[in-house]
């Protein structure tokens, strides 16, 4: 479990890959609902929020942690496997 030890650039990649996903929902458009976040929903914007012009926003928070981490673990696998191993 060493990979998983905090660098900056885990982070960025993890934080870059998170809005990738992220924006992906945002682009293929899901009738009234717009998702930000994969594969857990951190926020969700709806339009069916009486009579407010603005779309309503609901944050995940369990969502927004769950997508982050697993981003993380993604991206420290990702620069685990394209970093060189010293003999």
Do not use: Q
Request: glycine share 8%.
């Amino acid at each position: 479990m060493r990979f998983l030890k905090p660098n900056l650039v885990k982070i960025v990649l993890a934080v870059a890959l998170f809005l990738v996903s992220g924006y992906y929902w945002k682009f293929i458009g899901i009738s009234d609902i717009h998702p930000f976040g994969a594969p857990f929903f951190a926020t969700v914007a709806t339009y069916n929020c009486g009579p407010a012009i603005d779309p309503c926003t609901e944050v995940r928070w369990g969502g927004l942690a769950a997508d982050l981490l697993i981003w993380y673990i993604v991206g420290a696998l990702v620069v685990e496997w394209f970093t060189p191993k010293r003999k």
